[in-house]
């Protein structure tokens, strides 16, 4: 089974307003990291948050970590329709420090 | 630099024969990844390898794919008598080092038909 899943598996919104995914996974993490695929095709990293950090921000995108939910949330300030993605959270299982599981992703639509 | 490739972009075959699929990672990445994703779906994880070697074959979906690396750099991943629930985009990452710390670093990924 997966360990991270995002939640909404779809979400549509205009340009300008905010969009937030989130992500859970089950067993306990070193670190989790957010990416995001535009066509289906390579995948580029947005963010890297470590179990021992709650917050951190990068330009338009602000990513929470909550372990004792085991929960993270992706929050775009401002989208534009080039945010039109396909975002996905990778977490390693607490006993591996190399292999990453992805979630099936949500896919972001933001209208013009 | 140039960026993680992998080739050919897409690739149609016949059910029963093989394919290999490449992968040129960044230079100087030692960590290489490749990762499964079919339709509408996660990532799956296959395999990595650290260097040349490849320790945790356990994500092979079965004894037809096999993958190799050399010189540390170009791997490629091989599926012996395909089939048509092979197919997928099979995309590859590399990173600096070994490390779940690591940014991984995608190629465009092969997407592979088989009929």
């Known amino acids: 089974s997966q360990q991270g899943e995002e939640d909404p598996q779809a979400l549509s919104i205009q340009e300008g307003e905010n969009a937030t995914m989130n992500c859970s996974y089950k067993t306990s993490i070193n670190n989790l990291q957010w990416y995001r695929q535009n066509s289906g095709r390579g995948l580029v990293h947005l963010i890297l948050i470590r179990s021992n950090e709650r917050e951190k921000h990068s330009g338009r995108l602000r990513v929470t970590l909550d372990t004792s939910k085991k929960s993270s949330s992706l929050l775009i300030t401002a989208s534009r329709a080039a945010d039109t993605a396909s975002y996905f959270c990778a977490t390693d299982a607490g006993d591996s420090n190399y292999k990453l599981t992805f979630g099936k992703g949500t896919l972001l639509t933001v209208n013009p | 630099g140039a960026g993680v490739s992998q080739s050919p972009s897409n690739k149609v075959t016949e059910k029963g024969k093989d394919v290999e699929l490449r992968c040129d990672p960044i230079?100087?990445?030692?960590?290489l990844y490749w990762y499964r994703q079919s339709l509408g779906q996660g990532l799956e994880f296959l395999i990595y390898?650290?260097?040349?070697?490849?320790?945790?074959k356990s994500g092979l979906p079965s004894d037809r794919f096999s993958a190799e690396r050399t010189g540390g750099s170009v791997s490629t991943l091989t599926i012996q008598r395909t089939q048509q629930e092979d197919s997928a985009v099979y995309l590859c990452?590399?990173?600096?080092?070994?490390?779940?710390?690591?940014?991984?670093?995608f190629g465009p990924g092969t997407r592979l038909l088989v009929l």
């Open positions: 390898f650290q260097g040349n070697s490849a320790p945790d």
């Open positions: 230079s100087g990445h030692t960590a």
């Open positions: 990452a590399s990173s600096l080092v070994l490390g779940s710390r690591e940014t991984q670093y």
